[in-house]
C-alpha cells in the first residue's frame, strides 16, 4: 500500500530565507511523486513531479525537490521564499502501475515580511 | 487551454437529498478520477475513469455513492441520501492518459454542504 506523511503542519519563514517542506512516503514499487499547491479556495495546482533519472526536480515558481530512495524522502525547497508563495502544499505518490494518488495531510506554508 | 472546470462551485443540501456534481476534463483527456478532501486534510482517492467505464471505484464510501462518464468526457458524481457527512470539497482531476507518470490536472472543486 501507498502512504506519504508530511511531518509538519505548518512551517513558518521569513521573506527570502529558503524553505523546505519535507515529504516522506512508502510504496512497493517504483515510486512516483507530485507536489501540488492550494491557494485558498482553489483546487489543487501542480508544481512539479519526479519520475526517473536527476534526483533534484525543478518546477514551477522557483520550486524544486529532491528524491532520496534511501531515506524515501522527497522534500520541496525554495532558495528564497516570497511573501505569495503562503499556501498549503500536498505531497502525493503513485505506485508502479497505480492510478489513484495517494497525498499526505498537507503543510500550511506561511512566509512572513 | 481551458483547464478542469467543475460545477457547481458550491452546493447547499438538506440531509437526506440527492446530488449531482458535474466534471468537465481537459480536452483530449482520457483518464479522470475523483477526489474528495475534508477539512484540514488531503485529497482521498474515490473512483478513476477510463474513457467511459469505471476503472477503479475501490474509493467510494458506500452504495450512496455513484459516478458515471457516458461519453468518455463529462463526468457526473451523484451522491443519495446525503448525510453531514457527505460535507467536503469533491475535486476531480484529468490525465492524458492512465500511464502512471502522467500528471493529474484538478479542477477548483465543488464545496458541498449538507445540513
Known amino acids: 500500500a501507498q502512504s506519504v506523511a508530511q511531518p509538519e503542519d505548518q512551517v513558518n519563514v521569513a521573506e527570502g530565507n529558503p524553505l523546505t517542506v519535507k515529504c516522506t512516503y512508502s510504496v512497493s514499487g517504483n515510486p512516483y511523486l507530485f507536489w501540488y499547491v492550494q491557494y485558498p479556495n482553489r483546487g489543487l495546482q501542480f508544481l512539479l513531479k519526479y519520475i526517473t533519472g536527476d534526483n533534484l526536480v525543478k518546477g514551477s515558481y522557483g520550486f524544486e525537490a529532491e528524491f532520496n530512495k534511501s531515506q524515501t524522502s522527497f522534500h520541496l525547497k525554495k532558495p528564497s521564499a516570497l511573501v505569495s508563495d503562503s499556501a498549503l502544499y500536498f505531497c502525493a505518490v503513485r505506485d508502479t502501475g497505480a492510478q489513484k494518488l495517494v497525498f499526505g495531510q498537507g503543510t500550511r506554508l506561511t512566509i512572513n515580511p | 487551454g481551458a483547464g478542469v472546470s467543475q460545477t457547481p462551485s458550491n452546493k447547499v443540501t438538506e440531509k437526506g437529498k440527492y446530488v449531482e456534481l458535474r466534471c468537465d476534463p481537459i480536452s483530449g483527456h482520457t483518464a479522470l478520477y475523483w477526489y474528495r478532501q475534508s477539512l484540514g486534510q488531503g485529497p482521498e482517492f474515490l473512483i478513476y475513469?477510463?474513457?467511459?467505464?469505471?476503472?477503479?471505484d475501490s474509493g467510494l464510501p458506500n452504495d450512496r455513492f455513484f459516478a458515471v462518464r457516458p461519453e468518455g468526457s463529462v463526468s457526473t458524481l451523484k451522491i443519495q441520501r446525503t448525510e453531514r457527512g457527505d460535507s467536503a470539497v469533491y475535486l476531480c482531476a484529468s490525465s492524458l492518459t492512465r500511464v502512471s507518470t502522467d500528471t493529474q490536472y484538478f479542477g477548483p472543486g465543488t464545496r458541498l454542504t449538507v445540513l
Open positions: 475513469f477510463q474513457g467511459t467505464g469505471a476503472a477503479d
